[in-house]
């Protein structure tokens, strides 16, 4: 099932509200999505690798705690910021300022910022394990089979 943008995100407390929440694809709603996005934003950082080990190590740890609260919505999240910290680390490696179209919408030349591509794989040995625990993707299959 896809995301749902459809929501009034600004009324609704998805901890509240576990059902409404759809996982969607990749990082669909990742800044939509409260409290959540409230609770994690703030330690979402990739600047530096040592940056990117603090706040990846911070937000897995924000995981675990949603895991131990048997917090779905909270575990799927955390999983949203870890991979867009990968994500976005890779767009500021792979183009200079993190843009990769320039003003004509044409795809601007790759260059390499090794230090962004630190920061990337920081981020993604944290997504990796969270995608893979098994806790994860057997809630997640029983929230999308209950909720869609």
Not at 46 to 67: C, N, R, W
């Amino acid at each position: 099932m896809t995301f749902n943008y459809e929501l009034d995100f600004d009324n609704i407390n998805f901890r509240e509200q576990p059902e409404l929440y759809r996982v969607g694809r990749g990082e669909q709603g990742v800044l939509l999505v409260e409290p959540y996005k409230s609770e994690i934003l703030p330690h979402w950082r990739f600047k530096t690798p040592e940056i990117a080990k603090e706040s990846s190590e911070k937000i897995y740890q924000m995981y675990l705690d949603y895991k131990k609260a048997a917090d779905f919505v909270g575990m799927d999240m955390a999983r949203k910021f870890l991979q867009m910290g990968y994500t976005r680390s890779r767009r500021y490696a792979n183009y200079k300022g993190g843009r990769k179209y320039d003003e004509k919408g044409e795809i601007k030349e790759r260059t390499l910022n090794e230090e962004k591509a630190a920061s990337a794989a920081i981020f993604m040995e944290k997504w990796k394990i969270v995608r893979e625990d098994q806790d994860y993707l057997k809630l997640k299959k029983e929230h999308q089979k209950k909720y869609g």
